[in-house]
């Protein structure tokens, strides 16, 4: 067996996960202090992954929560072994994150749409009058008692507005500076490292004032750092967890939400955006390069995701959101 010090400082630089995911994996797990049958069981499981991944093409940089249901999915997994396989894989991109900032973790998102319990929701939407009700409250300024409160509550609002109004990923919310946007003609810039590639997305109108707002509040009160929606005022980076958690906040808020059969998480708001702009008939590949899709089957993909949704939910209304 591979011993500590032989590979120590293996596991800390990104190339050699993508060189060899099973050895930097092993050098990372024996920094761990875990004991010998569980780091025996850990590796066993990720070498069982990664061979799964190489089985299937799937380039260790490009794993997606779809995969991680895929794998759990084919190996026949029952929820208690679901979980344990989405917390370590959820560990191990926790640490790349330290080594790429800009990694995305395929298993937060998985753990979200309740990959774990084996039970992977379709591709979720929120229904015309869910789309008002979040809209209309977006439009109302916070009123906490306290000044602390108020910063958060200020943040909270406008990176839920961002999230519907930008469509963006969790972990390009992140990452997004406040050199990225440009209030005067309300655009934010992102900055796919992996690809070497930046796209321009133009904000909804109902999300203007509240990133206004928020950038305002967040240069007054001297917050530190470059983190849009830092998680503190010392501007250090907010974890996704908490994006899924104010969300998740900021939901709860508005009664319609209560009614809520589905689950409703960041992800479904980067849904929506794409639905408001499906509604006023822009095309499926244009709402795709617009999210950071690549190939030209996922936009269809995307695209048929929403129309099987309106089917499911019996959506016969016309839309009532009024949008530029």
């Known amino acids: 067996m591979i011993t500590t010090d032989d590979h120590d400082l293996f596991a800390q630089n990104y190339q050699d996960w993508l060189n060899d995911p099973v050895l930097a994996f092993h050098s990372w797990l024996n920094r761990q202090d875990l004991k010998s049958n569980s780091a025996t069981v850990y590796h066993a499981m990720w070498r069982k992954f990664v061979e799964w991944t190489a089985s299937k093409d799937i380039a260790f940089d490009h794993i997606e929560a779809k995969h991680i249901a895929w794998f759990l999915d084919e190996n026949g997994l029952q929820k208690h072994h679901r979980y344990r396989?989405?917390?370590?894989?959820?560990?191990?991109?926790?640490?790349?994150?330290?080594?790429?900032?800009?990694?995305?973790?395929?298993?937060?998102?998985?753990?979200?749409?309740?990959?774990?319990?084996?039970?992977?929701?379709?591709?979720?939407?929120?229904?015309?009058?869910?789309?008002?009700?979040?809209?209309?409250?977006?439009?109302?300024?916070?009123?906490?008692?306290?000044?602390?409160?108020?910063?958060?509550?200020?943040?909270?609002?406008?990176?839920?507005?961002?999230?519907?109004?930008?469509?963006?990923?969790?972990?390009?919310?992140?990452?997004?500076?406040?050199s990225d946007i440009d209030l005067d003609n309300h655009t934010i810039q992102i900055i796919d490292h992996t690809r070497q590639r930046t796209r321009h997305l133009t904000l909804f109108h109902f999300a203007h004032q509240p990133l206004q707002d928020w950038l305002a509040l967040r240069h007054d009160s001297t917050t530190a750092g470059v983190f849009v929606f830092a998680s503190n005022r010392k501007g250090g980076m907010m974890h996704a967890a908490s994006f899924f958690r104010r969300t998740q906040a900021i939901l709860e808020q508005i009664k319609l939400f209560s009614q809520r059969h589905e689950r409703a998480s960041p992800q479904t708001l980067r849904n929506t955006f794409a639905a408001l702009h499906y509604d006023q008939g822009v095309d499926d590949r244009t709402v795709a390069e617009w999210l950071g899709l690549i190939e030209p089957a996922s936009a269809r993909r995307f695209y048929l995701a929403y129309r099987d949704w309106q089917q499911r939910h019996l959506v016969a209304e016309e839309p009532a959101t009024t949008l530029p």
């Not at 379709?122 to 916070?142: C, H, K, N, V, W």
């Not at 009123?143 to 469509?167: E, F, I, N, S």
Request: zero cysteines; aromatic letters at 10%.
């Open 85 to 178: 396989y989405i917390r370590l894989i959820e560990r191990v991109f926790e640490h790349l994150a330290n080594l790429r900032p800009w990694q995305e973790n395929p298993a937060s998102i998985a753990a979200q749409q309740r990959v774990g319990v084996g039970d992977n929701d379709p591709t979720s939407f929120l229904s015309f009058p869910e789309r008002d009700a979040l809209i209309a409250f977006l439009g109302q300024p916070p009123q906490p008692t306290t000044a602390g409160a108020y910063w958060k509550a200020m943040r909270d609002r406008a990176l839920v507005a961002v999230m519907l109004g930008g469509g963006l990923k969790v972990f390009e919310l992140q990452q997004l500076k406040t």
